[in-house]
């Protein structure tokens, strides 16, 4: 007994470390395995009913670009992004499913694999099309906050999404995925959505507008 008690905080330290940053942040910890449905957590933009425009701001180290975001739901799981300048040129138009990434037009700047995969990672993230229909995840809770639940899940990429959200109404609040130098950190934050890549030193905000 006394051997078990003796390798006990080494465990706990296990689990802590493996935790998801953004729990640890939260201190938030592992409670139990669960199944759950896609849709069980409302992503944000499945109930898209007409077009929603951002005003837009991406930071890349030194260098800045904005303009107007069009988001539009071409049909169940299509989605379509266009993101114009303020004069009429467009950055880039993607097409997005589940399935496909479709580079309809894209300025020469941006219209770089690295970019392009970089790009359809977050938006693929943010829409959660990465996450199947049905999953298994690990439910995350902290004590003292019971109005809030985390889970980690498996995502179709082989790296992990970590999502949190009130309990009231379910909407997504918060994404995390992958890790090291491609990890991506999406806020959503009322009107505005902001997306961090803390180690490439790139940030796109996106407030929503009303047209």
Request: charged share 25%.
């Amino acid at each position: 007994m006394r051997k078990y008690f003796f390798i006990l905080p080494f465990v706990i330290l296990l689990i802590a470390g493996c935790s998801p940053k953004l729990f640890r942040d939260l201190d938030m910890r592992p409670a139990t395995s669960v199944k759950m449905q896609r849709n069980s957590l409302m992503p944000v933009f499945d109930h898209l009913e007409e077009a929603k425009f951002y005003s837009t701001q991406i930071d890349f180290k030194e260098n800045s670009m904005g303009g107007v975001l069009a988001v539009t739901k071409e049909s169940e799981g299509h989605f379509r992004m266009v993101l114009m300048t303020a004069f009429g040129m467009t950055l880039f138009d993607f097409s997005l499913s589940r399935d496909s990434f479709i580079v309809n037009s894209c300025v020469e700047q941006m219209n770089k694999k690295m970019v392009l995969n970089l790009l359809e990672k977050d938006f693929r993230a943010l829409f959660m099309l990465n996450v199947p229909n049905e999953f298994k995840a690990v439910y995350y809770r902290n004590k003292e906050k019971q109005n809030w639940m985390g889970y980690s899940v498996k995502a179709d990429d082989g790296e992990c999404n970590y999502l949190i959200y009130p309990r009231e109404n379910n909407f997504v609040r918060n994404i995390q995925n992958g890790c090291f130098i491609k990890r991506m950190q999406a806020v959503f934050d009322e009107q505005v959505i902001t997306i961090y890549h803390p180690k490439l030193k790139l940030k796109l905000v996106m407030t929503e507008m009303n047209m």
